[in-house]
């Protein structure tokens, strides 16, 4: 079978967040799909196989860690999304059937994909006690950010403040159920984005995730609200780094990035 890594949140190859995506007929055991997901050593492996005809979703999707299966991934499906449409296996709007219901996707004629995905429901939160120790900056303010999303998003200072943190990713695990959104808003918007982030999944075996999709729709019903716009792009100021458009609708948020194939292979087991 063949599988691909492709750099999602990026429109040139080593930037942005890698995922490998494998097409399949059906899943195999569990078992199977985590050694994969162990032996490509990305933050995500997408596994996506068709459904028949006539049913609410074109394709089941999983998403596994290194170390576990996640409920909701936005690279991944994002390059899941972009091999479907770049090979010619299916066109238009795709729509994936999910541990977190129905996400459907839709290509857009520049090459960039849109993502609709649940709002993150936010829960102001206590500043858990360590928190500032093991980021090494203050928070603002922290907020729960719902099962689907399992983090503690933080409001750090400045943007600054997020850029320069070096966290002690041992002491961040078991801060929250998948880890800790840090952020800030955009020192200068004219430089293409209203806010920064940084996240940080020690405990499901990702120190620093390069661009997470997930993430952004709890920060985009948090700036949306703060800065007053229903679309914003985020910068997430990872060594790779990616930029994410989003648009809040109500209990939806669209994630809307690009993608690019780096690599192509065969699975021999």
């Known amino acids: 079978m063949r599988i691909r890594i492709v750099d999602a949140f990026t429109d040139r190859p080593f930037a942005g967040n890698p995922a490998g995506v494998l097409l399949l007929n059906s899943f195999p055991d569990d078992a199977w799909l985590q050694n994969v997901a162990r032996e490509v050593n990305h933050a995500e492996t997408a596994f996506a196989h068709r459904l028949p005809e006539g049913g609410e979703a074109d394709w ?22 972009h091999v479907l449409r770049t090979t010619g296996t299916h066109e238009g709007p795709v729509r994936f059937a999910t541990r977190s219901g129905v996400l459907i996707t839709t290509p857009h004629e520049d090459g960039s994909v849109t993502l609709d995905f649940p709002t993150a429901p936010l829960t102001r939160a ?22 689907n999303v399992g983090d503690l998003l933080v409001e750090l200072a400045d943007e600054k403040t997020v850029l320069d943190l070096t966290p002690d990713h041992r002491a961040l695990r078991g801060r929250s159920a998948r880890g800790i959104i840090a952020t800030a808003v955009a020192e ?10 940084r996240c940080f999944f020690p405990d499901v075996g990702i ?24 679309g914003l792009t985020g910068l997430q100021a990872s060594p790779r780094s990616g930029r994410v458009r989003t648009e809040l609708r109500g209990d939806r948020t669209l994630l ?12 021999l087991v």
């Open 126 to 147: 206590d500043i858990p006690e360590g928190i500032a120790e093991a980021l090494g900056a203050e928070p603002l303010t922290a907020f729960d950010t719902g099962p």
């Open 60 to 81: 089941a999707l999983r998403w596994f860690t290194p170390a576990t299966e996640v409920a909701l991934c936005g690279h991944a499906t994002l390059a899941t999304a």
């Open 256 to 267: 809307t990035g690009r993608a690019v194939t780096v690599i192509e292979g065969e699975l």
């Open 188 to 197: 200068d918007p004219g430089r293409g984005y209203d806010f920064v982030s």
């Open 207 to 230: 120190d620093e995730d390069p661009v997470t999709g997930s993430a952004h729709t709890a920060l985009a019903p948090y700036w949306s609200e703060r800065l007053g716009r229903p």
